[in-house]
């Protein structure tokens, strides 16, 4: 589904390099998560992976089944299946997110060579969505995000993410923010989407949501590499021991 070969990436700006040679590969339907300190190059390579401007691919390559997703535009990414979740999500003034949610979803379908929905049959899918989210009427009639708590921008994302339906989903630090209850909802969100062939990349902080998100495989980024990989033992292993001993073993 996903594949990242040898991914080199530096800052446009003031040329600092973030990625080393990132390689990671995501098979279909499996969920792998990636750990690590801050500043490790993790929210780097979600954004690169979807296309967000200032940063500059110096090596290596991104693959959407096959597909190359670097010479791709953003809009033509999230066309192909690939979703990102941010880690801080943006509030778009002016913006109905009912109004964002259903051209996004159109435009997608229209990509794909499918018809666009209606607008009742849109409305009956987002409210039932809405609702498993526990996302009320009032929010979806507000600008997208804004005057929405933490815990409501990142729901509203997973909400974004069950409408566009995505192939590869990455969450970029999800659960940041949020409360038990509110991690639970998101946690439910997400494995409602899983089917077995959909894929997903969940970048955490916390081994926690892995208790409610089961990983396939986990791997841990540290200055801008992947230095580990393993099972879900080894999101238990980080939560005990810290990054230091692996961080040490690599050096
Ligand atoms: P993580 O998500 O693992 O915490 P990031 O990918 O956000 O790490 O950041 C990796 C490093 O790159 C950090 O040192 C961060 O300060 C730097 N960085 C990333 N993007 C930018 C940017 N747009 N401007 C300045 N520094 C950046
Ligand atoms: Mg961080
Ligand atoms: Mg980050």
Redesign the pocket.
Known sequence: MLEIKNLHVK?E??E?V??KGVNLTVGPGEVHAIM????????????VLAGRD??EVTAGEALLEGQDLLTMDPEERAAAGLFLAF?YPVEIPGVGNMTFLRTAVNAQRKARGEEELSAGDFLKVVREKAKTLKIDAEMLKRPVNVGFSGGEKKRNEILQMAMLEPKMCIL??TDSGLDVDAMKLVSDGVNALRDGKRSFLV?THYQRLLDHIKPDVVHI?AK?RIIQTGGPELALEVEKNGYADLLAEVE
């Open positions: 800052l700006e003031d600092k973030i990625l690590g300190p801050n500043g490790s190059g993790k929210s780097t390579t979600s954004y200032g940063y880690q970029d630090e970048i980024m801008g």
